[in-house]
């Protein structure tokens, strides 16, 4: 301490040795330690700084670690940003992980979120054996008790937030930078839109692994011949269409011309075999009806399900869906995923029948949702 102030504006984190008459040490905890926990760090010290000065005050040390931090990684640049805008620096600073060191030095320990808290409660007790060990409870207990830890978020404009968004696909198959990485986790652990995203694309990443990158972006090249072996192979199949054709037809005059000749008996005793011949009939398809419920005020509409041996058929029927405006079917399975059974356009006050497929076996079918051209639910139905 210096010019008799009593708080210790040391530059470091709590382990780094700000003078042996430092009482208290305060601690921020978050995911990378290169968002949040730092911009808190600079900002309490920046505020002690200005208020402690008073003779006779106990001595603070202030700093910030990541539960999966990146030792040595500056600042994010939009948290850095948002810092100088606060009238913070945020030169020089390095991240470093949380340790167990950290918390048996630290007397108060503030986390980001209540996942942060856990982690950090599996890793020791947040004071040191030699100082008086009922305050650290008593502030542990008061900070545990504010909220549930989800609100708060990096500062990131929309475009920034854009930007991490799509960094999703690259982050869930391991192709970003370990500082990169870092951004996103530390967006991530304050964005529950990004998570559900990262949800829904993460089946997707084990799938990709088997691309080869180095040739996604070759365009194929078609064989310089592919056109007239296309035109000589639909030329041999009409020609041997116009053979069974011409064949059929001879043997259905001969046929006519032997139903003229046969009289008497002979016609009789045909007759008769051909009227006891069994008549064959089309197999009896049963068809599983459910309800449809819609999520527009005057639609209308019911479905019935048809399990085959290769997935399943919807047979969709609807009334008062937009004019002209084209739906999307999909059918949601138990394991997650959900497949496409294809579309249809809306037809109006006018009744529209539909036969839909999905490849989803019925016992693993578990319902279908339409969808306008919005990505909007219009109409649902659990099977």
Known sequence: MTDGRSLTACAGHVADPCGSDVVFSILFVCTANICRSPMAEHLLRDSLAGVLDTEGSNGFSVGSAG??????????????AELRRLGGDPSGFLARVFTSALVESADLILTA?????????????????????????????????????????????????????????????????????????????????????????????????????????????????????????VAVERAQRDRQARRRYVLVAAAA?????????????????????????????????????????????????????????????????????PYSVVVTTGDGPRRSAGGFVGTGDNVMNCNLNADVLRPDATGFTVFDETG???????L
């Not at 559900?196 to 194929?220: Q, T």
């Not at 909007?376 to 659990?382: E, I």
């Open 376 to 382: 909007q639910p219009v109409l649902s139905a659990d």
């Open 67 to 80: 539960v999966r931090g990146w030792d040595g990684a500056p600042m994010d640049p939009p948290a850095a």
């Open 257 to 325: 011309v032997l139903a003229v000749l046969a009289i008497g008996g002979i016609g009789v005793a045909i007759g008769e075999q051909i009227a006891e011949a069994p008549v064959a009939t089309a197999p009896v398809v049963p068809i599983e009806s459910v309800d449809v419920t819609s999520e527009l005020v005057g639609t209308q509409a019911s479905a019935g399900i048809i399990a085959h041996t290769w997935g399943i058929e919807i047979k969709l029927q609807a009334v008062g869906l937009q004019p002209g405006m």
């Open 113 to 233: 979120t209540t996942d942060h808290r856990r982690l950090v409660l599996g890793g020791g007790r947040p004071w040191h054996p030699d100082r008086n060990t009922a305050q650290p409870d008593l502030l542990w207990a008061e900070v545990a008790a504010r909220g549930n830890g989800r609100d708060g978020r990096n500062p990131v404009t929309p475009e920034e937030h854009r930007t991490l968004r799509e960094m999703l696909g690259a982050f869930s198959l391991g192709h970003l930078s370990a500082a990169e990485r870092a951004s996103v986790q530390a967006h991530l652990d304050g964005c529950s839109d990004c998570q559900r995203d990262l949800a829904e694309i993460a089946p997707l990443a084990s799938a990709l692994k088997f691309v080869d990158a180095n040739r996604v972006s070759e365009i194929a090249t078609p064989v310089p011949d592919l056109g007239q072996r296309i035109l000589a192979a």
